[in-house]
């Protein structure tokens, strides 16, 4: 029951608006804008407002540039200009309410993305405030300096402070907090859960094709940072227009993707992303992990196919690129050649999968005190039926927006709606109880809810594909 449109933050008053049942604010800051002298430094506190401030429609989103094709043509983005992109978003059915708290990190490889680009609706129709964030990406988030690190994720931080501090007046529970993302969202999770910093902000984590795994080493930055100021033909990067980074550094990511050569990225060469959570030793540092934390976990059957297929590559791997890429992760490539099947293609797409997604999820499961694991295997029919259940397949389920899906150029139309009512609700029982509705993981069964047309929970799947990494990622 919606019981105000106007209620009063830490920093002033906001007004939303109501649809169909569900308040929603939008544009809330929650830290200053990173312009100017802030560019480069932590989090800045909001300046307080007078009066009331207007929160129906969405604020400024951080800077970037276009996803590079064809994906810019089939994930949906959303990009606003503006200073104050430090926001977020609040779903609420009911502001007078004590409600379980879900906080949504979204995704882009730590150079795309937006919190507005996903409507939270439907958590809050069922019983939950959501929230959705924006944070520095890119060199304005993530590029090196020592003493002053990971900006990006003490951006995500902050976020989840003015969460503690905020949401009972939007009508949640700060006590009951479930931080969730997909891809460089859930690496950030993972990030997040090896903070000290965040330590005590959320009591529960959901982590979408992605885990601890693309955190790089301070020599690994160092590298990034020597060749993007390079391309700048300068160092001084403060001093470098948004405009020009955002471009740069989506020229870097192509190069580390045309070659590469560790002795010219280090770490990057494997992870793939020039910009990432880095172990810098304060922020994140090393060896310490919230075990505190109850974990759900999973990744998609078919991952990397997003970047195979729809690029049309998957048809050009060759037996010799598959033994290539065997062999750069350490792998033996007889044993690669007998555990997967299929073509070579096939084959490079279900070890780079493993690689990126499936074995950092298992790890990190492995790691927990208390871990819940899924796989998404619904197959979209779409390019010929060889994109399979590829990443970022999964999100139009979990937040329940078949209707009005903004993946549909990617997944097609006419998406199974029961699959979307048993994710989106395991979701929201994880978030509400601690538990999705199926058996905890551990090492003795390893019990994974296999998401598809027909769901069904499985014990240990494909555990050779499992052993083939062991001792390995």
């Known amino acids: 029951m919606i019981t105000s449109t106007t209620v009063d933050t830490r920093h002033g008053a906001v007004r939303g608006a109501v649809a169909g049942g569900v308040l929603t604010f939008k544009g809330i800051p929650y830290a200053a804008p990173p312009v100017g002298p802030n560019r480069f430094r932590p989090p800045q506190p909001v300046e307080p407002w007078a009066g009331i401030r207007d929160a129906t429609n969405f604020g400024p989103t951080a800077p970037k540039a276009p996803y590079t094709p064809p994906l810019n043509a089939l994930i949906h983005e959303v990009d606003i200009p503006g200073d104050d992109y430090l926001n977020l978003n609040v779903y609420t059915p009911d502001t007078s309410a004590r409600l379980p708290v879900m906080v949504w990190i979204h995704g882009g490889a730590f150079v795309n993305g937006s919190g507005s680009a ?42 989840l402070e003015w969460v503690r501090d905020n949401i009972a007046v939007f009508g949640g529970d700060p006590d009951q907090v479930t931080v969730f993302g997909e891809s460089a969202g859930a690496m950030s999770v993972g990030a997040l859960l090896t903070m000290p910093k965040a330590s005590g902000l959320f009591q529960r984590a959901i982590l979408q094709s992605g885990a601890l795994h693309h955190a790089i080493s301070p020599a690994s930055a160092d590298l990034v940072k020597a060749r993007l100021a390079a391309k700048l033909g300068t160092d001084d990067f403060p001093a470098v227009p948004v405009s020009e980074l955002v471009v740069a550094q989506q020229q870097l990511r192509a190069e580390v993707s045309a070659n590469p050569d560790p002795a010219m990225w280090g770490e990057v060469a494997t992870t793939m992303i020039p910009f990432s959570p880095v172990i810098d030793g304060d922020t994140i540092p090393g060896g310490y992990f919230n075990s505190d934390v109850d974990i759900l976990v999973g990744s998609n059957a078919d991952e990397f196919r997003l970047y195979l297929v729809p690029p049309r590559l998957m048809d ?7 033994i290539a890429n065997a062999r750069r992760f350490g792998l033996d490539p007889d044993q690669v050649r007998s555990v997967y099947p299929g073509t070579p293609g096939e084959k490079l797409a279900q070890l780079m999968t493993d690689l990126h997604f499936r074995i950092p999820a298992i790890r990190l499961a492995e790691t927990a005190k208390t871990a819940y694991m899924y796989e998404f295997a619904w197959q979209a029919g779409t390019f010929g039926g060889k994109l399979g259940a590829c990443h970022a397949a999964e999100i139009p389920f979990v937040f329940d927006v078949l209707e009005d899906n903004p993946f549909e150029a990617l997944l097609g139309t006419d998406l199974p709606q029961h699959l979307a009512d048993s994710m989106h609700a395991a979701w929201v029982s994880f978030a509400t109880n601690g538990n999705p509705g199926w058996f905890k993981y551990d090492t003795g069964n390893r019990s994974t809810m296999r998401f598809d047309f027909t769901s069904e929970v499985v014990l240990d799947p494909r555990p050779a594909e499992r052993a083939l990494w062991e001792g390995i990622r």
């Not at 050009?316 to 598959?322: A, D, F, P, R």
Request: zero cysteines.
């Open 316 to 322: 050009h791997v060759t037996e010799e690129i598959l």
């Open 118 to 159: 996903y409507d939270a609706t439907a958590f809050a129709r069922d019983g939950v405030v959501a929230v959705t964030i924006n944070y520095r990406l890119g060199a304005d988030g993530f590029l090196y300096y020592p003493g002053n690190a990971n900006r990006g994720l003490l951006d995500q931080i902050a976020a």
